[in-house]
């Protein structure tokens, strides 16, 4: 693989006929006045906006790209229950607050559900593996493969001790356990249907970059926003945007890659694997959506650069054939920015007056985002506290 082959392409999941037919929304230009302001139009700041209508406010969302052109936009389009870390391990880090969570997000799933239709959230749950699928292709992963067949057990005992489905995997892939309530969809997609159905009220700019933001205001390159309320749910970067926030979270780069389609419909959902390293999702049309190795390189990819590396898509390449179970073509490749917290715990967090971000979800937004993004709202206007499996 050279170096010249990894210049970033356009992002797998874009290609589709709903994504490409998406008009987009002007850049704001001039000053604004509003009752709040969102910055970052991903799933988290989209329910943050909805929100916020909701309530009967004014509100002007910004996005430094297209609606879902960061991390929301270019992840492996899982709908999983829970956080990040999994739930046995969750609950040892931060107590039954993991458990609470975990029930949110599945709430937000459902709610998901109901508001996109089957089209776009395919409810079809996962599989975690113990290592990755085929034989082991070393003593040392023969060996972690074992630990990992121990954890799973482990992580099952836990759902099924608070009543969350679960059942034992032993399949073609491998052996693991399933997770019958969870589910797959096109990232973009999902975002552009709900950026499509906001609210009267909310008036959404794309290609609008946040400044800088403070109490009452955040500045732009085209125009300030004045806002009695500021919600900040950028994830990646979230501590370049808000230099407060340097110790509480750090960014990192997630890469992926896009195949052709495969003959074999092997991935019946999506599957996640090496400790929730690595993972893959076969979309209908038959192309493996593949991302990982991030562990594997860690000083490298404890980053704010956000396009592929050679030795992370090396690792990919390789990945994408384990998953599939046959050669591959690559497609499309690229990479993404989002926040890792020290605890695992995402951020909800006043930073200024009126000013709340919420980010740091550990490479797992696509439920939390919003579930805290609805604590961003409850903090700003209400002043309610944060449950606690936010850290705030």
Known sequence: MSREGLTPSPVGWDSDRDIEAWLGRAPLDGNHTADACVVGLGGSGLAAV??????????????????ASGAAGRNGGFLLGGSAAFLHDAIARWGACAVELYRETLDELARLETVLGPRVVRRVGSI????????????????????????????????????????????????????????????????????AAVPPGAALHERTSARRVEAGR?????????????????????????????????????QMLATQPVAAERLSCPVYGRWGYDYAQQAPDGRLFVGGGRDLFAEQEWTTDAAPSVQVQAYLDGLAVRMAGEPVRVSHRWAASVAYTPDGRPLCVQVDDGVVAIGGYNGTGNLVGPVAARAAVALALDGTRPPDYLAS
């Open 50 to 67: 909805a929100q916020l209508a909701g309530r009967g406010l004014s509100v002007v969302g910004i996005d430094a790209g297209r609606v």
């Open 128 to 195: 975690r593996l113990a290592g990755l699928p085929g034989a082991p292709e070393s003593v040392a992963e023969a060996a972690d493969r074992e630990r990992e067949v121990a954890d799973c057990a482990a992580h099952a005992a836990a759902l099924r001790a608070h009543g969350l489905a679960v059942q034992d995997y032993d399949g073609p892939l491998g052996t693991g356990i399933y997770l019958p309530d969870d589910a797959a969809m096109n990232p973009v997609r999902r975002a552009l249907r709900l950026a």
């Open 218 to 254: 955040v500045s732009t390159d085209s125009g300030v926003i004045s806002a009695g309320v500021v919600v900040v749910a950028v994830d990646g970067c979230l501590e370049v945007l808000l230099p407060q926030l340097a110790r509480r979270v750090r960014t990192a780069r997630l």
